[in-house]
């Protein structure tokens, strides 16, 4: 085709000198015969390398320097397995003699990151942070801002209220949501929480009673340090899913090394009307070791969760065992479909009811990269999110830790940067 539409155009050209010459009369010098047949030759160099031009640009891969490609629908929200990409330690630092660290929940909306504080000391607070990263690993981590979250009236919050867990920026709301896993011991409910950005509070949601303290007896209730760790936008952004870490006390046991029925609840809220709508169930994984050294120290539990697709969830679980130097974490993410899970809102007990429990896949487990992290330890992760693009369009999944403030041996400020495979 394309050597016609040349050849046809060639005779076009040559056609058109013929009319000028006839009917024009012009009696061409040699020097102006020679200029028309050069420029007959430049129009047909140029048309050629256009045209091979436009069929490169339909060949040839993308550059890193080019537009990313958008993906498929279905391919955004599909995931297979999870590839490590880098590790970064953020040293010991201050803001204003206030310690940075606690690193419990992440989030990444608008171009910011926000990470909360798991504390009940004040300044309850989160932080902003700048994390930036290619393909090859990191190149920033840093935080650049500290907010102190308040009541409703503004009066910063007293020690014990609340316990922050797991963070989340509602981009339609303009606000922040929290978990706080409250203090069971101490009367404290678990409670979730809308901020606005300069953290003074706006609401607390209602939540189902059965999540309060029981200050009845020791049957049933919530157990201490183990209530509302996870938190995540609803898919369509029309409310958030929280979850608890260990099982209710008439649900099942805490996980042991030996395996047992160990179901936590993942609640639906919905952010118009404040309340719980559905819920379904996650079944724990065994504790992954047995304590060493002489200790004695072990659990397991769901320490956050994040739904990419309607009903479809990562999930970050996490077992520890004392006596390890290498941190005594096992930290798996899982993939979670409760598509066919069966609703449990209103049942009081799971563990004398019949009920399906949301499937889970394995997609990647931090043993399989420990030796290319600091000191070969998976320290205490539990806070993760989505964020930014790659440049070959490939999503990406950062992991954070929480130091505990060095408060019962040496831990890490640790950051973990893994690539989406769909």
């Known amino acids: 085709m394309f050597y016609i539409f040349t050849s046809r155009l060639q005779s076009y050209i040559c056609k058109l000198t013929e009319i000028i010459l006839r009917y024009k009369s012009i ?20 048309l050629v390398c256009w045209c091979c031009s436009t069929n490169r640009r339909d060949t040839e891969p993308i550059t890193d320097d ?7 629908e279905n391919e955004q929200n599909t995931i297979s397995a999870f590839e490590y990409i880098d590790e970064f330690v953020l040293s010991d630092q201050e803001i204003g003699g206030i310690p940075i660290g606690g690193f419990s929940g992440i989030d990444y909306q608008n171009d910011k990151w926000y990470i909360i504080c798991d504390t009940s000391i004040p300044p309850i607070r989160y ?21 102190e979250i308040k009541d409703d009236t503004g009066i910063s919050l007293v ?13 339609d709301t303009g606000t922040i949501i929290y978990t706080s896993e409250g203090s069971i011991s101490n009367g404290v409910d678990p409670a979730l929480i809308e901020i606005t950005p300069e953290g003074n509070q706006i609401k607390r949601f209602t939540l189902p009673d059965n999540f309060k303290v029981n200050t009845m ?30 099982p209710l006390i008439e649900d099942g046991p805490e996980p042991t090394t030996t395996d047992t029925q160990s179901p936590v609840r993942v609640t639906y809220i919905n952010k118009t009307s404040g309340i719980a709508e559905r819920q379904f169930t996650y079944e724990l994984d065994p504790v992954a070791r047995k304590a060493t050294l002489g200790t004695t120290f072990e659990a397991n539990g769901l320490v956050e969760i994040l739904e990419y697709d309607t009903n479809k969830f990562l999930a970050l679980e996490r077992s520890f065992s004392s006596g390890y130097i290498d941190g005594g974490n096992t930290v798996k993410i899982y993939k979670v479909d409760a598509t066919n899970a069966t609703n ?18 394995l997609l990647f487990t931090f043993d399989s990269i420990r030796s290319q992290l600091t000191n070969n330890t998976v320290d205490n992760l539990e806070g993760f999110s989505f964020g930014p693009k790659l440049k070959d369009g490939s999503r990406t999944i950062v992991v954070i830790s929480d130091n505990n403030f060095n408060s019962f041996f040496p831990q890490l400020n640790q950051f973990i940067v893994l690539k989406v495979v769909p």
């Open 344 to 361: 449990t809102l209103s049942t009081e007990t799971l563990a004398t009811t019949s009920y399906t429990a949301a499937t889970k896949t």
């Open 127 to 147: 932080y902003e942070a700048d994390i930036t990263y290619t393909k090859e690993g990191f190149t920033s981590v840093g935080i650049t801002a500290m907010v």
């Open 159 to 171: 020690q014990g209220v609340v316990d922050p867990e797991a963070i989340r920026y509602d981009s």
């Open 66 to 72: 080019e537009l990313i490609p958008i993906l498929p």
């Open 217 to 246: 007896d020791t049957s049933s209730g919530s157990r201490h340090n183990g209530t509302l760790e996870g938190l995540s936008l609803d898919f369509e952004n029309k409310g958030y899913w929280i979850s608890f870490e260990l």
């Open 27 to 46: 009696s061409l010098s040699l020097n102006q015969f020679i200029m028309i047949q050069i420029v007959k030759k430049i129009f047909f160099i140029v």
